[in-house]
């Protein structure tokens, strides 16, 4: 048997400095992630802002539609048309096409009206006050943070938080009603990622509605969300609206928004080519039948962006 031959000790000490300095180097490789800059809400607003398109913009926007489709475990088939039109200051019309019935819910800026089919007649009936008061303290067409001073709204930072291992700016914005509502603004795109407002539900508990914006795209020139995500508490699974058209400064009348069958004929929107898929004929009739920093995605079966969940 030939002699064991031992390793000097000095290649067994260089061997492992150089074993140190290779972990030493993968450690370095796998920076964990930066902390943003802290920033004080103005600054962040600011960026926001500027991130969405600017405020001139939007403040040229006074009316918008979109029209998608609502994919929803709460449906009862798996894909709902629908049209949402807003315009300033705070009116709104949403509308769901499924299977060839319609079910609409229209706010003028102080009432409200939903309209329902029911044994293959419309059934109209009008906003709770609960629903009323959703719909007047909403973000409006633009959403909470855009000219958030002149709605005599405040805004401050929480913190930092990770939302879906994204970096987020935590806001509070506190509305001229005193609601307190959440924004998270991505830390590097400094786009809204994420709100969340309280609201009550038909038993009279607080509830917190939880809307997630995914998948901007522009439109002329302003950064619209394509994907908005709607769940209630957690455990819930979401409602998902994907916003395949976006028309901005389309002819809406004040008559869009009246009752449901007390409506002027409805002028018919003009939409540019889809995203993804066309929408089938007769979607927008005339008449009658018809954001911005988006509003909540609405269960299928009740809700709007206008009002709370039921």
């Known amino acids: 048997m030939p002699p064991r031959r031992s390793v000097p000790k000095r290649l067994l000490r260089y061997g492992l400095m150089a074993a140190l300095a290779a972990g030493l180097a993968s450690l370095a490789l796998a920076k964990p992630?930066?902390?943003?800059p802290k920033l004080s809400a103005e600054q962040i607003v600011v960026k926001n802002v500027a991130a969405r398109?600017?405020?001139e913009a939007w403040r040229k926007v006074q009316t918008m539609v979109w029209a998608g489709h609502i994919e929803s475990v709460h449906a009862s088939v798996p894909s709902l048309l629908f049209i949402l039109s807003q315009k300033r200051p705070n009116m709104m019309r949403f509308e769901v096409n499924a299977m060839s019935e319609r079910t609409v819910r229209v706010f003028d800026g102080t009432q409200g009206w939903k309209l329902r089919p029911s044994h293959g007649r419309p059934d109209v009936h009008p906003f709770t006050k609960e629903e009323v008061r959703f719909a007047q303290t909403g973000p409006g067409l633009e959403g909470p943070l855009m000219d958030y001073a002149d709605k005599g709204s405040s805004v401050s930072v929480v913190g930092i938080d990770e939302i879906e291992k994204r970096n987020a700016y935590h806001l509070i914005v506190r509305t001229a009603s005193g609601e307190s509502q959440h924004v998270w603004v991505d830390a590097k795109s400094f786009l809204e990622i994420r709100y969340d407002r309280s609201t009550g539900g038909p038993d009279g508990a607080s509830r917190t509605v939880s809307v997630v914006?995914?998948?901007y795209k522009a439109t002329d020139g302003l950064q619209i969300p394509s994907?908005?995500?709607t769940?209630?508490?957690p455990g819930a699974p979401p409602d998902r609206m994907v916003v395949e058209r976006v028309v901005l400064n389309p002819p809406l009348g004040d008559?869009?928004?009246r009752i449901p069958g007390q409506q002027a004929v409805h002028e018919r929107v003009p939409l540019?080519?889809?995203?993804?898929?066309?929408?089938?004929d007769g979607v927008l009739p005339s008449p009658p039948s018809p954001p911005s920093s988006p509003p909540s995605p609405p269960s299928p079966t009740s809700q709007d962006p206008g009002s709370p969940p039921q």
């Open 33 to 36: 992630k930066a902390t943003p």
């Open 53 to 55: 398109g600017g405020l």
């Open 213 to 215: 914006y995914r998948d």
């Open 227 to 229: 994907i908005i995500e």
């Open 231 to 233: 769940g209630v508490g």
């Open 255 to 257: 008559q869009t928004f």
């Open 272 to 280: 540019p080519s889809p995203h993804r898929r066309p929408l089938p």
